[in-house]
């Protein structure tokens, strides 16, 4: 079993062998380095450097890995990047759901009031942030591995991992295969470093990285170098310590650091740990990208309008939005039934003076009665019925009804007040004239009501039942009488 000491010395010589066919370097130019430290605390295992034949510096870093330290090259679940992506999500399918709701439900999402709808922007949300975190926590997006982003935070023209060859049991390991993978994507070199056998290179870095010349250069310092500095001259490491915070930083530290200590953190542990992050040692690189932040930030500032809309809206104006017939349905025909439409003749001319039917002709009789006035008799024939011309008594108070529809046909209406009446609803047929109106009957559904609102009620209960038995012709009217 290699140690980490052991590996970077076994490594050294590799690089020298592997770089001198590469490169033709000049012999006299290459230094090597182990133990490297970076400003921001980077740190190298090991360093070699020379010029080549142009007169260039070439660079190249590389980061060693034993058995031990074998969670620097595991990839783990990037619990910050993650979280930022839900967060994102979610705010997205708030900002679309609630302005979907703003479209199409406007009278809804204005009866919530600001209670409602701070709920509804929080629910869908909260449906956003766990749909995302249920079902891409495996993306390999989000596999953090220590030692690839620690590459990442510099420069160097080539940046390799040496692996001991016991740190994976197997080529064929999922971690193994996620950092060669990785290795690849990113033109980093990874190599395995044996006790008895020679360094075999599993894939050698690209020579023009993804990242080019995007990532800074890093002043490099050895540890001896750093001890020796600061037991001659103290003050010529200031260039590498971090700038002290101004007054205002000061002050907010000391309100953010007791609220992060005792209310964030353990919500940030609660909240890793079904996710396996437990060791916070190799964390150190895992944040949220600003593009996630800005999609977070510009979902609530979408939601932020249409809230106010919502919560400033007049309440008669929630009626004008609401999307009207463009023509009056009354004018269309069936609206009322009224009867089969009579079968016109194209062909026929209307008169417009049509002549009067001749009577028949009178039959003289001679009268033998003695006198000429008429004597009162019986008639007894049968004849035509006088029609009904008595109101209800109830049609008399004052209150309020429901009414169905209106015929001229008092017929017509009978046949829909049995037609009700057999489904169980309570209706009337009465003359229009009952309450001060023209000609005409009209069709009263359920009794009389005291005030408008219970009138109301009824009318949208019955309605419902008209609708279920595919009765309903037309909505219900309350209307007042006396």
């Not at 039942?465 to 219900?476: S, T, V």
Request: proline share 5%; net charge negative.
């Amino acid at each position: 079993m290699l140690s980490e000491n052991e590996i970077k010395r076994a490594f050294l010589p590799f690089l020298k062998e592997f770089y001198k066919f590469r490169y033709e370097y000049r012999p006299e130019s290459v230094q090597t380095e182990l133990d490297k430290i970076g400003t921001g605390g980077i740190i190298a295992d090991g360093m070699v450097s020379f010029r080549k034949e142009d007169g260039t510096v070439f660079t190249c870093t590389y980061e060693a890995t034993s058995a031990d330290k074998a969670a620097e090259v595991k990839f783990t679940l990037n619990v910050q990047y993650f979280t930022w992506d839900c967060m994102a999500f979610g705010a997205v399918t708030a900002a679309a759901a609630y302005a979907i709701a703003y479209i199409f439900y406007l009278p809804w999402l204005a009866g919530l009031q600001w209670t409602g709808n701070l709920g509804f922007v929080l629910g869908m949300g909260m449906v956003g942030f766990l749909g995302w975190y249920l079902t891409m926590q495996r993306w390999r997006k989000y596999r953090y591995i220590y030692a690839i982003e620690q590459f990442k935070q510099y420069f160097a023209h080539e940046q390799w991992i040496a692996l001991a060859a016991d740190v994976f049991p197997a080529v064929t390991d999922p971690y193994f295969l996620e950092l060669k993978s990785q290795c690849v994507y990113n033109g980093f070199g990874l190599a395995l470093v044996s006790e008895r056998e020679p360094v075999r290179v599993i894939n050698a870095p690209s020579r023009l990285g993804i990242f080019g010349k995007d990532r800074k250069m890093v002043q490099w310092v050895t540890r001896t170098q750093v001890f020796q500095t600061m037991a001659h001259n103290v003050s010529s490491l200031s260039q590498y310590k971090p700038a002290l915070p101004d007054e205002f930083t000061q002050q907010w530290n000391k309100v953010s650091r007791p609220v992060r200590y005792l209310l964030l953190d353990p919500i940030w542990k609660a909240f890793s740990k079904p996710l396996g992050q437990s060791n916070r040692t190799f964390d150190r690189y895992m944040r949220g990208h600003s593009v996630q932040k800005w999609v977070f930030t510009v979902a609530l500032l979408a939601i932020a309008p249409l809230a106010f809309q919502v919560l400033t809206i007049r309440e008669d104006f929630v009626g004008d939005v609401v999307e009207l017939p463009s023509s009056n349905p009354e004018d269309q025909y069936g609206y009322l039934y009224e009867g089969d439409a009579p079968v016109r003749d194209p062909r026929a001319i209307p008169k417009q003076d049509p002549e009067p039917v001749s009577s028949e002709p009178e039959i003289q009789t001679i009268n033998l009665s003695g006198d000429e006035e008429d004597i009162p008799t019986i008639d007894l024939s049968g004849g035509t019925e006088e029609p009904e011309t008595d109101c209800p008594s109830h049609l008399s108070q004052r209150g309020w009804i429901v009414l169905d529809n209106t015929f001229l046909n008092k017929v017509f209406a009978d046949e829909r007040a049995k037609v009700l009446e057999q489904k169980g609803i309570e209706c009337e047929v009465f003359a229009k004239k009952c309450i001060g109106e023209g000609v005409g009957y009209m069709l009263r559904v359920g009794p009389i009501n005291l005030n408008e609102s219970t009138a109301n009620q009824k009318a949208q209960n019955y309605t419902k039942a008209m609708d279920r038995y595919g009765l309903l012709q037309q909505p219900l009217l309350v209307r007042r009488i006396n």
